[in-house]
């Protein structure tokens, strides 16, 4: 989500251009007209519906009509149950389900890369054993690692157990 909001938010309107709806059933009209509202100051305007428990024409009535017309604008991201999805035209299915083993670690590699590092296999399992699966922990850590790490080429175990406190789970 991170990227998403990133890619469609510009820095100063993440607060008037990103508009998240937890409870889809009590709002379909608001959810609507935010799809189809122009974003203020960014690319896109992103629009966040949670709480979808499945995703078909009769739970999501308002789709249709905005996806006869969609707002190219727009950037509409629906959460639902996999296992609760029909097929539905113009509707992009991503499933996000969290990373594990070698796919986790693979992704803290490139991300301390795009931000500069390289960064020691130690330093990677250190890393995600203390603070797990979540990746905005982790992206937020890795932040933290890159700068402190300085002139060094490569984020090290060491500046991982002087930075990053152990988690709840693991202490």
């Given at each position: 989500?991170?990227?998403?909001?990133?890619?469609?938010l510009a820095a100063g309107f993440e607060e008037t251009d990103f508009v998240h709806f937890s409870d889809p059933?009590?709002?379909?009209?608001?959810?609507?007209?935010?799809?189809?509202?122009?974003?203020?100051?960014?690319?896109?305007?992103?629009?966040?519906?949670?709480?979808?428990?499945?995703?078909?024409?009769?739970?999501?009535?308002?789709?249709?009509?905005?996806?006869?017309?969609?707002?190219p604008k727009s950037c509409v991201v629906l959460c639902a149950d996999r296992s609760k999805l029909q097929r539905?035209?113009?509707?992009?299915?991503?499933?996000?389900?969290?990373?594990?083993?070698?796919?986790?670690?693979?992704?803290?590699?490139?991300?301390?890369?795009?931000?500069?590092?390289?960064?020691?296999?130690?330093?990677?399992?250190?890393?995600?054993?203390?603070?797990?699966?979540?990746?905005?922990?982790?992206?937020?850590?890795?932040?933290?690692?890159?700068?402190?790490?300085?002139?060094?080429?490569?984020?090290?175990?060491?500046?991982?157990?002087?930075?990053?406190?152990?988690?709840?789970?693991?202490?």
């Amino acid at each position: 989500m991170a990227e998403l909001k990133h890619d469609c938010l510009a820095a100063g309107f993440e607060e008037t251009d990103f508009v998240h709806f937890s409870d889809p059933k009590t709002e379909p009209q608001a959810i609507l007209e935010a799809a189809r509202t122009a974003p203020f100051g960014s690319p896109r305007r992103l629009v966040l519906v949670d709480g979808l428990e499945e995703l078909t024409p009769e739970s999501v009535p308002w789709l249709k009509d905005y996806l006869d017309q969609p707002n190219p604008k727009s950037c509409v991201v629906l959460c639902a149950d996999r296992s609760k999805l029909q097929r539905l035209d113009q509707v992009q299915v991503i499933s996000c389900r969290p990373l594990q083993d070698r796919t986790l670690e693979d992704w803290v590699v490139q991300r301390c890369r795009r931000k500069g590092k390289a960064i020691e296999g130690a330093a990677t399992a250190e890393l995600i054993r203390r603070l797990g699966s979540g990746l905005q922990a982790l992206d937020l850590a890795l932040e933290s690692l890159v700068l402190m790490a300085g002139d060094s080429p490569a984020v090290t175990r060491s500046t991982v157990e002087m930075l990053v406190e152990p988690s709840l789970q693991q202490t």
